[in-house]
């Protein structure tokens, strides 16, 4: 039931806080993250980790891979499961497979699993948003996301909880491991911390309606860019406003565009910078300064700490490997005011549809 809310997408949007409390509730214990014992010992035990996913649970893969190679130091590869499903990768011994998939009915993500399991035999782990669906009875391992059926075509608070998963399990393998980054970050600190920056973003609703307005109502294409994790949100971002608003948007690595992208910049496109990383920020920002330069209209959003003057929008600080978990939060907004203006189904886009069980 969407209740007062419009649309579910946006209910979804605003739940966000909540289940990362949920998830904090489950699977922390006194700042330990709690899970299967043996899933932590296989995960432990991986030397290499791949992660399978179509769309934005692909997109949660992403970052998957820089938490557990920040937190556990285990190498990981993130793969889109309709291509992996038909290459010949090379396996290597001690390698585990991690499913990630809202529904658990992704055809394309169970042909990997089914490789995986009958012809690589290496363990495997799904991490859905649905107890009982084919992807979880079919692996060895199954943890739920806690995030709450999600209704709109749009995936949101999946795509959160994912990270927000993905963060703990990395956390978890890390301390076994003995790896700093993983013994040093008071979980429980930054888990309330997002939830409550997260809270911020959904409230400032207004202001992401007015860029929305602003620079979203009538263009034909919109970029997205951000270097490392906000690279990463900026596929989601885009993928967001692409499969709602049919806006023809990309997501792009920052220090990529001189390399030929910025041959479509011209004037009025907008082009939306994505600055939570401080080993990047000046990067990104002289990137957007090129596109400035062509006519872009630039739109940064920023966290605090590394804003200046003049930059848009601003939202709160959590660790920076967390940051994914607040930005995107803008990118979900963006794409929903921007439907909305030009008249289509935020729940229900055109060709679309919530699972996809076919090849
Ligand atoms: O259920 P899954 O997470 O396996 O679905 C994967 C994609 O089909 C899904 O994320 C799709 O990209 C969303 N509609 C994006 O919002």
């Known amino acids: 039931d969407k209740g007062a809310y419009p649309y579910y997408m946006l209910k979804e949007i605003d739940e966000q806080p909540a289940v990362m409390r949920r998830i904090q ?13 043996k899933l932590i010992k296989q995960l432990t035990d991986a030397t290499k980790l791949y992660i399978v996913g179509a769309g934005t649970s692909y997109h949660a893969g992403l970052v998957g891979k820089k938490l557990f190679e920040k937190l556990a130091k285990t190498p990981t590869e993130v793969v889109v499961a309709s291509e992996f499903a038909y290459d010949d990768p090379i396996i290597e011994d001690g390698a585990m497979f991690i499913f990630l998939s809202q529904s658990g009915e992704t055809a394309d993500s169970r042909q990997v699993l089914v490789r995986a399991t009958n012809e690589w035999k290496v363990p495997t782990l799904t991490i859905t948003n649905v107890d009982n669906s084919t992807l979880a009875r079919e692996a060895d391992n ?31 393998v890390g301390r076994i491991k003995d790896i700093t980054a993983a013994k040093e970050i008071d979980l429980n600190e930054q888990f309330s911390q997002t939830a409550n920056a997260m809270q911020v973003v959904v409230d400032e609703k207004d202001q992401i309606q007015k860029i929305a307005e602003d620079n979203l109502a009538k263009t034909r294409n919109a970029f997205y860019i951000g270097r490392g994790l906000d690279y990463n949100v900026a596929l989601e971002a885009s993928l967001k406003l692409k499969e709602i608003s049919y806006i023809q948007a990309e997501g792009f690595a920052a220090g990529e565009l001189k390399h030929g992208t910025i041959a479509l910049i011209e004037k009025g496109t907008p082009v939306i910078g994505i600055i939570t990383q401080a080993a990047t920020a000046d990067n990104t920002r ?34 920076e490997i967390m940051m994914p978990l607040v930005s995107v939060v803008v990118g979900q907004l963006m794409a929903y005011y921007a439907t909305l203006l030009r008249g289509y189904n935020v729940d229900q886009p055109r060709n679309l549809a919530k699972s996809v069980t076919v090849e």
């Open 286 to 319: 002289s990137n957007l300064q090129e596109v400035l330069s062509r006519g872009a209209n630039v739109i940064n959003i920023v966290r605090e700490g590394l804003a200046k003057d003049g930059d848009q929008i601003i939202i709160p600080s959590v660790d």
């Open 142 to 172: 199954a943890v739920t996301l806690e995030a709450g059926p999600e209704i709109a075509v749009a995936s949101t608070k999946a795509y959160t909880a994912q990270i927000a998963v993905e963060v703990l399990l990395a956390t978890a």
């Open 25 to 37: 509730g489950k699977y922390l214990d006194n700042n330990e993250p709690k899970f299967d014992a």
